[in-house]
């Protein structure tokens, strides 16, 4: 049997030509329609070939092998080797050996039928990567964000087809979405189930496809999603938005959307879980006898701060609740400030002369 014969086209017939010389010949011969059952399943089997790129090659290059030792068998095709001219080495393809092995061992010996898994219409999962500034974490925020990803086709709003056109079954896998395969080898003969090419599994295929999106029910698009970020949200942390990621097909369910936040280096403070770190500078009067200083919180309000006497440099001083916000809880972790004496590299003459004073009092 010569598929190209079967579906009435020449070895250089389009894909588009392919496919409308099957949609012809299966309506006719269709068993629903009182069609010829055997003649619709070399029709089918012709297609399930010719239509796919890389079993079209194998096939043209091969051609189709079947066992004529097993009379009323179903004639199936083998891509491990095929009719070639003589004095040509057999070659085999140890992709498709390695799956029939599986078959007969690894599901079960014996021509068992193996179901290919279906593809799913459900849009895909977007990740992005956000940078906030640490000032961001002390409130709530939101983040405008700029997508480009597959959306909901406008016209059909997903439905694939053009409005007032009818959704159909499949009339290749007659509305279940996966076609039949059989296979002979030197190993016996087994069934699959794989992917209908007609309907990409669907089961159904519009009347009139959408012109915009062609029957995908999404195309390429922009979208501008508002982010809300948590008061105390750290780095790698993850938002996840339902819903916000790629548009399904035809209607399915779209993806989430999940936004990785990374928070900037502060030239100031130093975040460590919800506390804050920074450093105050002190002279050696504030230190020997003590003072109030002032410091500004990473809000960039103001704080006093009270430094003992006799302060030695690296002393820590901790001021509650100017921290971070406790990430979906209450409260504020801590603002912890080492103090450093400064030490001065230029004195001026008085300076030096109170200093000397200082010393021959034993300071």
């Known amino acids: ?17 392919i496919k409308k010389a099957f949609h012809k010949l299966a309506h006719k011969y269709h068993p629903d329609k009182g069609g010829d059952e055997k003649k619709f399943k070399e029709i089918n089997e012709a297609y399930q070939v010719l239509s796919d790129k890389t079993k079209r090659a194998q096939y043209d290059q091969y051609g189709r092998v079947f066992d004529q030792g097993q009379p009323g068998g179903d004639q199936g095709f083998n891509w491990a080797w095929g009719n070639r001219p003589q004095g040509e080495n057999i070659e085999f393809d140890f992709g498709d050996i390695g799956d029939i092995f599986e078959d007969f061992f690894g599901g079960g010996f014996g021509g068992g039928m193996r179901a290919a898994k279906k593809d799913s219409r459900k ?5 992005v990567d956000i940078e906030i500034p640490l000032e961001r974490t002390l409130k709530e925020s939101v983040e405008k964000i700029n997508l480009t990803k597959y959306v909901v086709c406008h016209r059909c709003q997903g439905a694939g087809a053009e409005a007032g056109s009818k959704i159909k079954e499949c009339f290749s896998c007659r509305g279940t979405g996966q076609v039949q395969q059989v296979k002979k080898t030197i190993l016996g003969s087994y069934t699959t189930l794989a992917t209908c ?7 159904t295929i519009p009347e009139k496809p ?3 999106c062609k029957g995908e029910g999404r195309i390429k698009g922009q979208e501008t999603i508002e982010l809300r970020i948590p008061a105390g949200i750290d780095t790698n942390q993850v938002i996840r938005v339902d819903g916000k990621g790629e548009a399904g097909k035809k209607g399915a369910k779209s993806g989430n959307l999940f936004a990785r936040i990374f928070v900037k280096q502060h030239p100031v403070f130093e975040r460590k879980g919800d506390d804050l770190f920074t450093e105050a500078e002190i002279n050696f009067s504030q230190a020997a006898l003590g003072d109030e200083i002032e410091i500004k919180s990473l809000e960039g309000t103001n704080i006093l701060l009270e430094a003992p006497a006799g302060t030695e440099s690296g002393k820590v001083l901790r001021i509650s609740g100017k921290g971070i916000p406790h990430f979906g809880g209450y409260g504020r972790g801590n603002l912890y400030v080492e103090l450093v004496v400064k030490t001065p590299k230029k004195l001026t003459k008085e300076q030096k002369k109170l200093l000397e004073e200082l010393k021959k009092e034993g300071l």
């Open 197 to 203: 090419p007609e309907c990409k599994g669907e089961g």
């Open 210 to 212: 959408c012109n915009v």
């Open 1 to 17: 049997m010569d598929y190209y014969e079967v579906l009435g086209v020449t070895k250089t017939a389009s894909e588009e030509e």
């Open 123 to 127: 849009g895909k999962d977007v990740q």
